[in-house]
């Protein structure tokens, strides 16, 4: 899923401070599982943008919506009807929503309410780490179920590097060395085989520098 | 016993101080009061395991959002004592009173008491 960190409440009220009826927006999806971005963080940062414009003696409308998705027409769809009733929105959703209802309501000032950070797992309760890049072009079946381009430093594809120590990258003694972990799983595989395989030169095209990316089927249009 | 103990403060009872969210911190504090006090059972004594330390957590960050919109994070503390503690309860009751007391009404009441008092 994607992953998101919640803004500092200081920078959203900085971000709002002009505006007299907002809304705050929150997505149900990837930043509800994150805890970023859901119906009870679109509650908690209300009540405290509530409190703190009332502190400050300023009369403000804040309302609060959890849609179900904010990168869908239709979900996005729902907050139409009664969008004149804002000055600005505050979304708690990804990037993608952001974007997403920025485009769909042109005039509306969108305020983003988190920093989305990445791809990746829930590994533990309150740790999510990073497990894709979405480079467009798997290579996961060759190295074992361990993506070196998302948890490689370097992005080797034939690692490891002289960088890995005891299993652990040069970058920082947390971070796992994505090419140990590799290694370690082909050989619990039996596929050690694999790895003496020279990986070929990989197709950056569909990564990010080939421009913005998008994924058009015919069969499923109407 | 029959321990005195302010008389200005209401006691919402939960099952566990577990069930605290952030929100009902906040939302206690967005209706005016002056302070607020979570009390739960004695640090590796809860009946749920980690009930209590999830309150303290939350307390902590509830604390956090009150400094950071003006209200004031000291307005919020978690004690914990065991439930054959009642004079420890009164105690606690009487030095939370005190602190509220010594930090005066909370913005967001006299907030409210100025908005009530231009309507009228």
Redesign the interface.
């Known amino acids: 899923m994607i992953i998101a960190k919640k803004k500092?409440?200081?920078e959203i009220?900085g971000e709002v401070e002009n505006y007299d009826r907002l809304l705050i927006l929150g997505c149900n999806e990837c930043v509800t599982v994150c805890e970023a971005g859901g119906k009870?963080e679109v509650?908690?940062l209300a009540?405290?943008?509530?409190?703190?414009f009332?502190?400050?003696?300023k009369?403000k409308v804040i309302d609060e919506k959890t849609l179900e998705r904010q990168c869908d027409h239709e979900y996005l769809e729902e907050i139409r009807a009664n969008i004149d009733k804002y000055d600005a929105i505050v979304s708690l959703a990804c990037g993608v929503g952001v974007q997403f209802a920025a485009e769909k309501y042109q005039t509306m000032p969108l305020i983003p309410g988190v920093n989305t950070v990445c791809l990746g797992a829930n590994e533990d309760r309150g740790l999510w780490t990073e497990r894709c890049q979405a480079c467009g072009s798997c290579i996961l079946a060759r190295t074992g179920g361990i993506c070196p381009v998302s948890r490689c430093a370097k992005r080797v594809m034939n690692g490891p590097c002289g960088g890995s120590t005891k299993g652990k990258c040069e970058i920082s003694k947390d971070v796992d060395c994505a090419w140990q972990l590799i290694v370690d799983r082909l050989k619990a595989l039996n596929k050690m085989d694999d790895y003496e395989i020279v990986a070929p030169i990989k197709d950056w095209s569909t990564d990010r520098a080939g421009g913005p990316r998008k994924v058009t089927r015919e069969d499923v249009k109407i | 016993m029959r321990l005195k103990i302010p008389a200005n403060f209401r006691i919402v009872r939960l099952p566990c101080t577990g069930k605290v969210d952030i929100i009902h911190i906040l939302r206690a504090f967005e209706k005016g009061v002056d302070g607020a006090f979570v009390v739960g059972c004695m640090e590796g004594d809860c009946h749920y395991n980690e009930g209590n330390f999830r309150a303290r957590k939350r307390v902590e960050q509830a604390k956090v959002i009150l400094d950071k919109v003006g209200v004031g994070g000291e307005r919020v503390k978690m004690f914990n004592l065991s439930s054959g503690e009642g004079p420890l309860f009164a105690q606690y009751a009487i030095e939370m009173d005190n602190k509220i007391k010594e930090l005066g009404p909370s913005p967001i009441r006299l907030a409210k008491q100025k908005k009530a008092k231009t309507a009228a």
Do not use: D, F, Q
């Not at chain 1, 009540?47 to 703190?52: E, P, Q, T």
């Not at chain 1, 009332?54 to 003696?57: E, H, V, Y």
């Open positions: 500092p409440i200081e009220i009870k509650e908690i009540s405290a943008l509530r409190m703190n009332m502190a400050k003696g009369e």
